[in-house]
T-cell receptor
Framework: AQSVSQHNHHVILSEAASLELGCNYS??????LFWYVQYPGQHLQLLLK??????LVKGIKGFEAEFIKSKFSFNLRKPSVQWSDTAEYFC?????????????FGTGTRLTIIP | NAGVTQTPKFQVLKTGQSMTLQCAQD?????MSWYRQDPGMGLRLIHY???????DQGEVPNGYNVSRSTTEDFPLRLLSAAPSQTSVYFC??????????????FGPGTRLTVT
């Protein structure tokens, strides 16, 4: 079965540090890629998405992600984090070639920013 | 637009009781889905639907039923609640056409405890 891996379970950074959260998936075919964020006590919100074209995509709140097909990866980055970025981050993949509409989520990365 | 709404926000059930979690969306989205969120396991797909009258199983369907009689509503039924179903449940919807296809919008969640 197709799978999505987020190897960083909990990341702790100081404000202004740079951030990179890893996301890898198991299949080399056509994929749609997403990063969602869940702030404490809130529901999931879309940060950014990649369907095709430029593999470097920019999202909201200064986040960006790079699709590297050869590495089956879609890592999330932010050059300078803020305390308000404290949240849980989920990578999600739609495996297009399997002809279904389902999203498969990673297990999430909890990000804690220390003021 | 209200987006995706879920009721109730919180629920406590005794083992063996049944109940229905309600989900509605007002965006005319074709695709609707139910996830459960458990610590360290991310979001797991329970059931999904690509339109009225069409439903299918996700990753963890056992113990749950769904139906989709209208585009707007997608209730999730717990047939006989078990402590293993203690979780936070999220409903999500997305369009399957246009520029934002497969961008999922999430509801606020229902926190369910089964004792």
């Amino acid at each position: 079965a197709q799978s999505v891996s987020q190897h960083n379970h909990h990341v702790i950074l100081s404000e202004a540090a740079s951030l990179e959260l890893g996301c890898n998936y198991s299949y080399g075919g056509t994929v749609n890629l997403f990063w969602y964020v869940q702030y404490p006590g809130q529901h999931l919100q879309l940060l950014l998405k990649y369907f095709s074209g430029d593999p470097l995509v920019k999202g909201i709140k200064g986040f960006e992600a790079e699709f590297i097909k050869s590495k089956f990866s879609f890592n999330l980055r932010k050059p300078s984090v803020q305390w308000s970025d404290t949240a849980e981050y989920f990578c999600a993949v739609r495996f297009v070639d399997f002809g279904n509409e389902k999203l498969t989520f990673g297990t999430g990365t909890r990000l804690t920013i220390i003021p | 637009n209200a987006g995706v709404t879920q009721t109730p926000k919180f629920q406590v059930l005794k083992t063996g009781q049944s109940m229905t979690l309600q989900c509605a969306q007002d965006m005319n989205h074709e695709y609707m889905s139910w996830y459960r969120q458990d610590p360290g396991m991310g979001l797991r797909l329970i059931h999904y639907s690509v339109g009225a009258g069409i439903t299918d199983q996700g990753e963890v369907p056992n113990g749950y039923n769904v139906s989709r009689s209208t585009t707007e509503d997608f209730p999730l039924r717990l047939l006989s609640a078990a402590p293993s179903q203690t979780s936070v449940y999220f409903c999500a919807s997305s369009s399957m056409t246009g520029a934002v296809y497969y961008e999922q919008y999430f509801g606020p969640g229902t926190r369910l405890t089964v004792t």
